[in-house]
């Protein structure tokens, strides 16, 4: 079992604040708060991720809109009890944030440059969901356990297309495996029985790579790699 708990979750994002800060919890006298960062395409649009820090890390005062941020980090989950049902909530949790030197230039987004790139090792929990869209592109949908410190676990929703797609519509639950990709957040409309319509937004990562881990079958652990253009 990998306990390695950093290398299980890493993630390098670089964005523009959003959002003002909002106070999210407190845990034995330390504060978190919550903020939104931009952090843009190479098409043009940005995903707008949700940041969570603890006061101690920077100056709270320091971190206002529109200021252009490094964080590092690790993409995490926990479950919210809301309307006598379980949610899961999907939040950046900062290990590092530092500012970004010239504030007033662009952020430099690029195939070269890491400006959104999270890395995961863990075990595929739920069988994966294979389908195609009605333009014809593949996708699978993935939910990933990653363990952490204290016996406890991460669930992240991943999402891969082409021949990623194919290569995870077989694999077992229970499978061990490397993913690297980008953290997107996607909008969509949640259709409710009594007719009305909101809009949602769904966090997860893309995946550009993915690979097997620990099977003795080499045809097994084979690193899938896809052009993700389409996604971005």
């Known amino acids: ?36 960062l931009a952090v843009p395409r190479l098409s043009g649009n940005a995903d ?12 709270i005062n320091d971190l206002t809109i529109d200021s252009k941020i490094t964080v590092e980090g690790q993409f995490r989950s926990y479950n919210s009890y809301e309307n006598e049902r379980n949610k899961l909530v999907l939040t950046v949790f900062a290990k590092d944030i530092k500012f970004i030197e010239d504030q007033e230039a662009e952020i430099e987004v690029s195939k070269d440059v890491v400006s959104n790139e999270v890395t995961l090792n863990g075990y595929i929990c739920k069988k ?77 990562v893309s995946v550009s790579s993915l690979e097997v881990v620990n099977q003795d079958d080499d045809t097994n652990t084979e690193s899938e790699k896809e052009e993700t253009a389409e996604a971005m």
């Open 128 to 204: 994966p969901i294979y389908r195609q869209t009605p333009f014809g592109r593949e996708i699978s949908d993935l939910l990933l356990a990653v363990n952490r410190a204290y016996n406890k676990s991460d669930y992240i929703p991943c999402i891969a297309w082409g021949r990623n797609a194919r290569f995870c519509e077989n694999i077992p639950v229970g499978t061990e495996v490397k993913i690297v990709g980008r953290v997107q957040s996607r909008t969509y409309e949640k259709k409710y029985e009594d007719g009305r319509v909101e809009t949602k937004v769904a966090y997860e």
């Open 1 to 36: 079992m990998n306990t390695n708990y950093l290398e299980n979750n890493h993630l390098v994002l670089v964005g523009k604040v959003t959002s003002d800060k909002r106070f999210s919890h407190e845990i034995y006298g330390e504060k978190f708060y919550i903020f939104d």
């Open 48 to 59: 707008i991720i949700p940041i969570t820090v603890s006061e101690r890390l920077l100056s």
